[in-house]
T-cell receptor, first 110, second 114 residues
Framework: EDQVTQSPEALRLQEGESSSLNCSYT??????LFWYRQDPGKGPEFLFT???AGEEKEKERLKATLTKKESFLHITAPKPEDSATYLC???????????FGTGTSLTVIP | DGGITQSPKYLFRKEGQNVTLSCEQN?????MYWYRQDPGQGLRLIYY???????QKGDIAEGYSVSREKKESFPLTVTSAQKNPTAFYLCASTTGTGRNEKLFFGSGTQLSVL
């Protein structure tokens, strides 16, 4: 069964305290691992797509990495404006479907 | 600017009523999707369409219907058969091909039952 699991469900960090979010996946013929940021009451905002184990992508304080079983979203020296829910999704190799995790709610305290 | 427009932002449904959520995109994308988001749950797929006049059921299609008469438009109807429709509904689209694929989302419609 295709599945994506995110941990932790919620994370509270002090401003400047770096950490990582985890996304474990079992998606047949994975054709892309996607990361999104979602603010309350808004649609998810695209961050990254990763395709191959070992691939890394960066954007400001965020860096996403991918292995054969999981992906990590590393947040370096976070700021309060990084507070949001972060979603990951795996795209199947067939059927054109995306499977989403339940998200990690990140709160960065000043 | 290109993007996905969902309307209305808030919608209220009376018991026994069908309501339709609008989704329009000007990105020239082939594939479009409807997801339902409930608190504490991941996005769940309702329907998706890869080309005009064709669509497939997702994991939770019961009580919903869609049409894809134009490439730009993919409206979702929540029928009276959907007994628990209160949720945040998200429309998305993608080119569906290539290593630079991105799944773009609209701003969502919050549906509540009166």
């Amino acid at each position: 069964e295709d599945q994506v699991t995110q941990s932790p469900e919620a994370l509270r960090l002090q401003e400047g305290e770096s950490s990582s979010l985890n996304c474990s996946y079992t998606v047949s013929g994975l054709r892309g691992l996607f990361w999104y940021r979602q603010d309350p009451g808004k649609g998810p905002e695209f961050l990254f797509t990763l395709y191959s184990a070992g691939e890394e992508k960066e954007k400001e304080r965020l860096k996403a990495t991918l292995t054969k079983k999981e992906s990590f979203l590393h947040i370096t020296a976070p700021k309060p404006e990084d507070s949001a829910t972060y979603l990951c999704a795996g795209r199947t190799g067939s059927g054109n479907q995306f499977y989403f995790g339940t998200g990690t709610s990140l709160t960065v305290i000043p | 600017d290109g993007g996905i427009t969902q309307s209305p932002k808030y919608l209220f449904r009376k018991e026994g009523q069908n309501v339709t959520l609008s989704c329009e995109q000007n990105l020239n994308h082939d594939a479009m999707y409807w997801y339902r988001q409930d608190p504490g749950q991941g996005l769940r797929l309702i329907y998706y369409s890869q080309i005009v006049n064709d669509f497939q059921k997702g994991d939770i299609a019961e009580g919903y219907s869609v049409s894809r008469e134009k490439k730009e438009s993919f409206p979702l109807t929540v029928t009276s058969a959907q007994k628990n429709p209160t949720a945040f509904y998200l429309c998305a689209s993608t080119t569906g091909t290539g290593r630079n694929e991105k799944l773009f989302f609209g701003s969502g419609t919050q549906l509540s039952v009166l």
